[in-house]
């Protein structure tokens, strides 16, 4: 008699083939990716792109290198997602007990610390191939970039003031614009970088406030909690103070009257947050601190039309 042939495999119970079956998987899996990287919540890449678009246009008095805008855009986006990715990994104890972060990916287990990782350093790599292209000023200045966007998510449990920190790091690319596009980093620089940090502190309050409450019980420190019920009134304070530093600002780059009418634009703007905030609700703090976008690009559009011959 000959041997009965060996029963062939089964097919998966839905008939399709074993890759077929992965490809859903695989597609969550990649949209938790893009969602630990925030690419779905953009608001943050272009806090960090318009006063970059500052530095250039006016380090190139108006016609900075096409080749240099395009990698500083490209590593704004690639830098702000890897900063996303390491602040996450940071919190990752915290996130779950907060409303607005609990089902981020790694809070809710949905992606690994060690997949978390490779993320943050592939990222950072890809960025930092880009900075090869340009000048050995730059590439020395975005090692103390990359230190400021790892830093800054410790920086909320050292002191009430995690914001100072996140505005150095979002407006490192400003010195970064100088070295690439004229090989210094003049006065004119560090004047925009300390007018960007007063402005970071002034928006990350708003987005602080939003979530006071939950950070006052999880023992996590902002600026919302020190400031208090002066929150407004402080805040008023910086966005003066930030339109004051870029109207110094623009003296020193000799800048003409459209500029200073996107200041202008830009204090409009600043009040109708502050009205947006005046009972505090959590909601309205969180719009507030997204109209920001509308106040970096008045500024740029200042600056841009400025510059026009």
């Known amino acids: 008699m000959k041997p009965s042939p060996e029963p062939a495999p089964a097919a998966p119970a839905s008939g399709k083939p074993r890759a077929a079956l992965c490809w859903p998987r695989l597609l969550a899996k990649a949209g938790d990716y893009a969602q630990l990287a925030r690419m779905h919540r953009p608001i943050g890449s272009f806090l960090l792109l318009w ?3 500052w530095a250039l246009w006016l380090a190139g008095h108006g016609q900075p290198p096409e080749g240099t805008v395009l990698v500083f855009c490209l590593g ?3 830098m702000r997602s890897a900063g996303c990715v390491m602040n996450d990994i940071a919190d990752r104890r915290f996130d779950p007990h907060v409303a607005r972060t609990r089902d981020r990916p790694l809070a809710a287990g949905r992606v690994t610390v060690r997949e978390a990782l490779w993320l943050a350093i592939g990222l950072s790599l890809v960025a930092f191939g880009l900075v090869l292209t340009q000048n050995g000023l730059t590439i020395g200045l975005s090692f103390a970039g990359l230190a400021l966007a790892a830093g800054y998510p410790l920086m909320k449990r050292l002191h009430h003031l995690p914001q100072v920190v996140l505005g150095m790091a979002f407006g490192w690319g400003i010195p970064m614009a100088f070295a690439a596009v004229t090989g210094s980093v003049p006065a004119l620089a560090w004047l925009l970088y300390a007018a960007n ?4 502190v002034a928006y990350d309050t708003f987005y602080a406030m ?4 939950d950070d006052l019980k999880i ?3 902002s600026s919302a909690i020190l400031f208090g019920a002066r929150d407004r009134q402080i805040v008023a304070l910086l966005q003066g103070a930030f339109l004051l530093l870029l109207g ?3 003296l020193m780059a000799g800048c003409g009257p459209v500029y200073y009418l996107g200041l202008f634009a830009a204090a409009w703007l600043m009040a109708w947050e502050q009205y947006l905030v005046r009972r505090r609700e959590p909601a309205a ?3 507030a601190f997204l109209h920001n976008n509308w106040v970096g690009l008045a500024v740029f559009a200042g600056v841009l039309v400025d510059a026009l011959p």
């Open 51 to 53: 006063p970059t678009l």
């Open 219 to 221: 023992g996590v420190k």
């Open 210 to 213: 939003t979530d006071r409450e």
């Open 285 to 287: 703090c969180f719009h």
């Open 197 to 200: 940090i007063v402005w970071s």
């Open 248 to 250: 110094l600002a623009g």
């Open 76 to 78: 704004v986006f690639l």
